[in-house]
């Protein structure tokens, strides 16, 4: 059985991957992806282009860094590991290099809450970790820091990694942090743009809560209609 869902994932981190080529979140061998694993993780291999990549060449690793395989594990192994350690709710880290995520990052510049969509990578703003060298301890800890009560960060000069507790919720996160650092980067066209208040964005962190329970964000409105037509018709007192 364990045998059976490792061949899953590792088939899951090869079409993820794939599927990151397809939609421009990726280019050449840059990025990498890993699912959490009873004993430690799946991660891709370093240096392996991913239209080549096929599930046999998906390196298991544990918690301590040793690894099985037909390849070195990416480079990045580091904050990958340190990610799934340091957070229960998350079984998929997703790295990229995407255009405009890096073009903030190279600028060490996060993406503030200019839009409201930014609540969905968990908090009122996407930060940008400090600038370290790739592969480095350093580089992990900046990231575990920059994802403090967050699903998704920059990391300075570098670019993007999301969390998730799947590879669908990991590429579509990843989707829309590319497509808000894409707005963000059009407006500064502009100027600065102005930002939404703490209590907007807590409406909306609101509303996604009660939209992620199947409830349709303007019910209680709705329902409460009625009763502001009844009181708008009682005599003044």
């Not at 964005?201 to 209609?225: C, F, N, T, W």
Request: net charge negative.
């Amino acid at each position: 059985m364990t045998d059976h869902i490792h061949a899953d994932l590792r088939q899951g981190i090869v079409d993820t991957c794939r599927e990151m080529n397809r939609n421009g979140l990726n280019q050449g061998t840059s990025g990498n992806l890993s699912h959490r694993t009873p004993n430690g993780m799946l991660i891709t291999p370093t240096g392996l282009p991913y239209d080549r990549m096929q599930r046999e060449d998906i390196v298991a690793m544990d918690f301590a860094a040793n690894y099985q395989g037909n390849h070195r594990p990416s480079s990045e192994w580091r904050f990958h590991r340190d990610i799934l350690q340091a957070r229960d709710d998350v079984n998929v880290v997703l790295h990229t290099h995407s255009t405009f995520s890096t073009i903030l990052a190279v600028h060490e510049r996060g993406i503030p809450c200019f839009h409201y969509m930014v609540a969905v990578a968990g908090g009122n703003d996407v930060r940008c970790a400090p600038y370290a060298c790739f592969g480095t301890q350093a580089l992990s800890d900046y990231a575990l820091k920059a994802l403090e009560d967050r699903n998704a960060c920059l990391l300075g000069h570098h670019g993007l990694i999301v969390t998730a507790h799947s590879f669908e919720k990991a590429l579509w996160l990843a989707v829309e942090v590319e497509t808000l650092a894409k707005m963000y980067v059009h407006a500064l066209a502009i100027g600065e743009p102005p930002r939404l208040s703490e209590t907007e964005m807590g409406q909306v962190h609101e509303q996604m809560k009660r939209m992620s329970y199947g409830q349709a964000p303007d019910l209680d409105d709705i329902r409460d209609v009625p009763r502001a037509i009844a009181e708008s018709k009682r005599p003044p007192h």
